[in-house]
């Protein structure tokens, strides 16, 4: 029989480089190709250079070919160029040493007769980011500004601000910022424009914090001629391109209502606009622009309605949760103008859980006298969705209605048949609500107690259900016969239920009940206080041998801290305040609007941290 041949000595697959042996390999292939002026020869160069990214992309050192890399670089072929310029990008901070060989070429083809070469030499060389290197960046950076070619000033607006990151300094004195305000202003390609502003803001921005004079520049950028100037060009830039300039706009300050009916006019167009950031972007400006004009604002919101609920029909699911927290954001200080509008909200089948979880929230936030009766039906069908956290969110929803006071006898009757369902998560969301709406409508004491009586503790396993209906078993214990009699199993099997919450509870409860039937309760007290006291929970004990030695102390003390007179819970805290959510609105059309937190300034931090 043959001997089975180990894996060490099986040949290395095409694509998968067999490590240092591959890298000696090209780098002789490299040697061989670096002065060759075969017919065919451009075209082996490519494929060693293809067989070199390829081993890059594998993790594969192949930086002992940085020299081979340089010398077969003098080529015509874009392709090949391409891929060289990649491979110097990759290796040039890691190895300054080798990347001064680059310098040479890449400067070469800074004056190469092809653009294309030329803004692709320029990129490179920008993105070399060696501190040593930066006496070699001003001269091609400032040629490339002027250079007759769109692309090659394109890349060289964006190069100004790499040589800042590099070196402030380097960039100031070159006056690098006074050349891109003049192409900003001058060049007839919109795309030049477009990165010769977002390099300008980029530098002044950091600048600001160091110089008087960079703040004043960036007060310039905001001015009158500058805005109109680049509104008046705006269909002529590409989308994000766009975004930029609408940023820049929604920080102008105008001086009459002219000037914001006129930008207003020139931007009427762009909430028609199929991409979503161009839309929210347009809003924002509109929001900001008439936020001291009350009627004209209401307008606003009226007119932006529509162009806000196509794009959440439309798009990807991701698309579509964007534009509606920045809508949910609009309900919370309008939540009239989308009431009309319920049904754009109804969850569809194939919308992710994210999506349908703020549906629910927008559903909740727009419910009013008119049309509470046919969301609170919808959600009601949520209630039985398969997707189990939906259904707690719908829920939820039920409960957040009534508690705003909205048609509160029908919901009560909805959410007491949730409490038929034979399922533990519906109960025990129920059961938390109604302990909620107990709270603020005592009245319906009676209706819910009469169903929350029937319901068998031992059915309920998640701790805040249970917990709910421990505190009904004890503030309504006279008016529940069986009351007491739950508790006192409840306290018999004290130590098989693990959840520190229903164990306070059940001290509560229990303590009601005894202020409330004192002689029926005394044992089960007793009882309840000794198995609190040996309890391992901090918590648990600490409240045990509280309520024990207030009874010592007096019980009619201990009664009027434990069971004092109640009055109707009006109001229930918002998790936000009402700061907090202007800021957010402050900053309309980005990432706090969707995390719900401001992050501007943690943004920045992030991006000083980076380049410091």
């Known amino acids: ?45 490519r494929d060693v250079f293809k067989r070199v ?20 670089s003098a080529t015509s072929d874009v392709v090949t160029k391409k891929m060289c310029y990649l491979y110097v990008g990759a290796h040039a901070r890691a190895h300054p040493d080798l990347a001064l060989l680059t310098i040479n070429f890449l400067q070469r083809d800074c004056r190469d007769q092809d653009p294309t070469i030329r803004g692709l030499a320029l990129r490179s060389l920008c993105s070399l980011r060696v501190p040593n ?8 950076l400032t040629t490339g500004l002027k250079d007759p070619s769109a692309y090659v ?30 192409l900003m202003l001058s060049d007839p390609d919109a795309q030049v424009v477009a990165n010769c502003l977002h390099s300008l803001q980029e530098i002044w921005t950091l600048e600001a914090a160091n110089s008087e004079a960079a703040a004043r520049e960036i007060e310039t950028l905001y ?16 989308e994000w391109a766009q975004c930029l300039v609408l940023e820049l706009a929604s920080k102008f300050l105008p001086s009459d209502n002219n000037e914001i009916f006129d930008i207003m006019n020139l931007l009427e167009d762009r909430l028609q606009h199929a991409n979503g950031a161009v839309v929210l972007s347009t809003i924002k400006v509109f929001l900001h622009l008439t936020m001291s004009m009350t009627d004209v604002h209401q307008q606003v919101y009226e007119r932006i309605k529509a162009p806000l609920l196509t794009l959440v029909g439309a798009g990807s699911p991701e698309q579509s949760y964007a534009v509606l927290c920045h809508l949910h954001l609009l309900v919370m200080r309008a939540p009239m103008l989308f009431s009309s509008d319920y049904k754009s909200f109804y969850c569809q089948f194939s919308d992710p859980s994210y999506v ?8 909740t936030a727009i419910a009013n006298e008119s049309n509470t009766y046919e969301i609170v039906t919808e959600l009601c069908e949520y209630a039985g969705n398969v997707d189990v956290p939906i259904a707690r969110e719908s829920i939820r929803a039920v409960g957040k209605i009534a508690l705003q006071q909205y048609d509160v006898n029908a919901i009560v009757d909805r959410l007491l048949q949730f409490l038929e369902m034979d399922k533990d998560y519906v109960t025990a969301e129920t059961l938390v609500l109604v302990k909620d709406l107990l709270r603020k409508y005592p009245q319906w004491s009676h209706d819910c107690i009469a169903v929350v009586g029937n319901i068998s503790s031992k059915n309920i396993q998640e701790p805040k259900g249970k917990a709910a209906l421990i505190w009904m078993l004890g503030e309504y214990s006279q008016d529940m016969h069986d009351a007491l009699y739950v508790l006192e ?13 229903v164990r306070l509870h059940l001290l509560t409860a229990v303590m009601k009940c005894f202020f409330k039937r004192p002689p029926e309760t005394q044992k089960a007290l007793g009882a309840t206080l000794a198995a609190g006291l040996s309890d391992t929970h901090q918590d648990v004990h600490d409240r045990a041998l509280f309520y024990y030695r207030l009874l010592q102390y007096d019980p009619a003390v201990a009664e009027r801290v434990v069971n004092p007179p109640k009055q109707a819970v009006s109001v229930f805290a918002d998790t936000q305040s009402s ?9 309309f059309n980005s990432l706090s609007v969707v995390y719900q937190k401001v992050l501007t300034s943690m943004y920045l931090a992030a991006i000083l941290h980076v380049y410091r």
């Not at 700061?579 to 900053?587: A, H, N, P």
């Open 1 to 45: 029989m043959a001997p089975t041949v180990p894996s060490a000595a099986k040949s290395a697959s095409p694509s998968q480089p067999s490590g240092k042996s591959e890298v000696a390999d090209l780098k002789q292939q490299l040697r061989q190709l670096a002065g060759s002026r075969a017919p065919d020869a451009d075209d082996q160069r």
């Open 53 to 72: 990214i390829s081993c890059m992309t594998a993790g594969i050192d192949v930086s002992a070919a940085f020299g081979e890399m340089v010398l077969c």
């Open 133 to 140: 290197f930066v006496e070699y960046l001003v001269t091609p």
């Open 153 to 182: 000033r394109m890349i060289a607006a964006v190069g100004a601000a790499k040589l800042y990151h590099i070196s402030a300094t380097a960039c100031i004195d070159a006056d690098l910022p006074a050349s891109l305000k003049a």
């Open 223 to 238: 001015s009158k001629p500058v805005v109109f100037y680049l509104l008046n060009k705006i269909k002529e830039f590409s």
């Open 356 to 363: 349908k979880k703020l549906k629910l929230e927008m559903l």
């Open 489 to 501: 199993s409840l306290v018999e099997n004290w130590d098989e239920e693990h959840s520190p919450e």
């Open 579 to 587: 700061e907090m959510k202007d800021r957010i609105f402050d900053e």
